[in-house]
């Protein structure tokens, strides 16, 4: 029922702000109690849980991307949106935005990484950091 369709940027250059949008339709991003995550794969490497925002909008992000990671929504558009600022080539990856049920708020971190539970999943867009 639920689609989400990831759309951005394919090329950005070094230093700059990656700007990436995760339209979603069929259900709606302030229904309780699902979260609304974004993760990337480089390849070669596992997937990354990168951040999350939650049916409320309280946001949740992994600590080594906290510094340059701000997920936010925009509920009237039913759109979450994920900024990176000073990318670098290391941020090359497919970006895939997600959705979870969870309604732990305690151990609600331990859940949004938790890959293999989320229940949609966007096609992904991938993203080449390079000048």
């Known amino acids: 029922q639920v689609q989400l369709q990831e759309s951005g940027p394919g090329l950005v250059k070094p230093s700059q702000t990656l700007l990436l949008t995760c339209a979603v339709s069929?259900?709606?991003?302030?229904?309780?109690?699902?979260?609304w995550s974004w993760i990337r794969e480089a390849p070669g490497k596992e997937r990354e849980w990168m951040g999350a925002i939650a049916w409320s909008g309280k946001t949740y992000s992994s600590p080594s991307l906290r510094s340059r990671t701000s997920i936010s929504r925009d509920t009237s558009k039913n759109q979450i949106t994920l900024q990176l600022s000073s990318v670098t080539p290391e941020d090359t990856a497919k970006y895939y935005c997600?959705?979870?049920?969870?309604?732990?708020?305690?151990?609600?971190?331990?859940?949004?990484?938790?890959?293999?539970?989320?229940?949609?999943w966007g096609q992904g867009t991938q993203v080449t950091v390079s000048s």
């Open positions: 069929g259900g709606s991003i302030t229904r309780s109690y699902y979260h």
């Open positions: 997600a959705r979870i049920y969870v309604r732990s708020t305690a151990a609600v971190v331990t859940y949004l990484r938790d890959l293999k539970t989320y229940d949609s």
